[in-house]
């Protein structure tokens, strides 16, 4: 369930790559802008849960020290 869930924001990253680069083609620095704050933010909710997803078996002893 998790992989597939992650498979599918990795998917949505993708697709907001493309809608970036055509608002920039197309000259919109408006649409442009939109679209690269909603990427930031849901690129962060995917590493979220990429890290949630890794649990505490996947940290490196002195992460975090």
Do not use: F, T, Y
């Not at 408006?30 to 690269?36: D, I, M, Q, W």
């Amino acid at each position: 369930h998790a992989r597939a869930g992650l498979d599918e924001m990795v998917a949505k990253n993708d697709l907001q790559h493309r809608a970036i680069r055509e608002a920039i083609a197309a000259g919109s620095a408006a649409g442009a802008r939109l679209l690269a704050r909603e990427h930031v933010l849901s690129s962060g909710r995917l590493m979220e849960s990429v890290i949630e997803s890794l649990g505490s078996g996947g940290r490196d002893p002195g992460w975090g020290s």
